[in-house]
């Protein structure tokens, strides 16, 4: 007997573990940022997807990341305090979903 397949959660969760803050990253350019009173909506034009930013802390970073030479250095230039070790979790959380989907994209 086989077993079911692990679930996409599970993908998304290894992906959000694996987050390299010090690589470059930058949106995918086939995906619209769009400010929103919120946060901001994501729309990545190839797969459909749409996802919400729920803080106007991660829209920044997401806005700046190809602007700096590593993830660290754009939520250090957005205010994030992510050496603090609750806080570091919470934004490596955010940009791992964020690269499992596409949204965002690790640039060689």
């Known amino acids: 007997m086989t077993s079911a397949a692990a679930p996409a ?5 290894a992906a959000t573990a694996a987050f390299d803050l010090d690589a470059d990253w930058r949106l995918h ?3 619209a940022l769009r400010p929103v009173p919120f946060g901001a909506l994501l729309y990545h034009f190839h797969t459909r997807k749409l996802s919400f930013l729920k803080s106007p802390t991660i829209v920044e970073v997401v806005r700046i990341l190809a602007d700096h030479p590593t993830a660290r250095a754009a939520c250090a230039a957005a205010g994030v305090p992510i050496d603090d070790p609750g806080t ?6 955010a940009l791992g979903q964020l690269a499992a989907s596409r949204m965002i994209e ?3």
């Not at 959660?9 to 969760?13: G, K, L, V």
């Open 29 to 31: 350019p086939g995906v």
């Open 9 to 13: 959660d599970a993908e998304q969760e």
């Open 88 to 93: 570091a979790r919470l934004y490596l959380h």
């Open 106 to 108: 690790e640039t060689s």
